[in-house]
């Protein structure tokens, strides 16, 4: 049984939709199509949509937190963007060796870091690592060996990192120093088949995570122990991410994929669920 939702999304089916952002300072919501190669907006309150085509495949955008605009995963790597008018300016590529690979989930800590996992665009190479993006601009490989990695997301307390290759279908558990070490990495979670795979996630004010599952048409919320606590099923097979919003942080905004569901009318939209708790404040960028 599916649970109560409102599609936010209007007549948008993204391919591939992903990079959740939930903007305070806006009231808004940011969203990307990877390959269909696209930025969406959406005031819920006012339900109005725009959006930006982008050269590149574009896995997700972050606000800055002292300066307008957003820093953005491209297919090259790390760039400045711009909305108003709409400019990017690339800032780092750090894998200039393996042009194959593109940008495809991040987060960023309290502290103003982002960190961001690249992959294989063609889920052939097992080429995905995870790297830091300090306020500075200093990019810091932290993991590689990763065939899709998706999330990251952190503990209210910023000292636990999760971490996910969608690939292997496993949810990986770092202890994260103030001095951006990501240590002691452990299986977290591991994925029943018929769950299907574990794609974006978040964590709530209560420290639970919260997880898109990609072929299981549910989001999941575990403990902070790793026990499946809730379980919010919606119309669309193929989940990719999901973020706490609204002006309470009391809403939780879905992303889903159109790719490879046809049959599926509500492939491809963008959902809103009341999950029943809170989420935490969106970090920003510092640089």
Known sequence: MHAPFEVISGSIRCELGEGLWWSVREQALYWVDILGQALHRCSPAERALRSWSVPQKIGW???????PGFIAGLQSG???LQLDPFEIR???????????????DAK????GRIWAGTMDAEIRNVSGSLYRLDPNLQVTRIDS??????G?????????????????????????????EAINKQPFI?????????????????GALWIAHWGGGRVSRFTPDGRLDHVIRLPASRLTNCVF???????LFVTSAAQGCADEPLAGATFEVDPGVRGLPPRCFGG
């Open 61 to 67: 955008v972050i606000e800055r937190r002292d300066r």
């Open 78 to 80: 790390f760039v400045e």
């Open 90 to 104: 690339p800032l780092i590529d750090p894998e200039p060796e393996l042009p194959g690979n593109r940008m495809n």
């Open 108 to 111: 960023a800590d309290s502290r």
């Open 145 to 150: 060996g990763y065939l899709v990695t998706n």
């Open 152 to 180: 990251p997301a952190f503990s209210p307390a910023d000292d636990v990192m999760y971490h996910t290759d969608t690939g292997v279908g496993v949810v990986y558990r770092f202890d994260v120093t103030a001095a951006g």
């Open 190 to 206: 591991t994925f029943e088949e018929e769950w299907g795979k574990p794609d974006g996630m978040t964590v709530d004010a209560e």
């Open 245 to 251: 919003g609204g002006t309470h942080l009391d809403r």
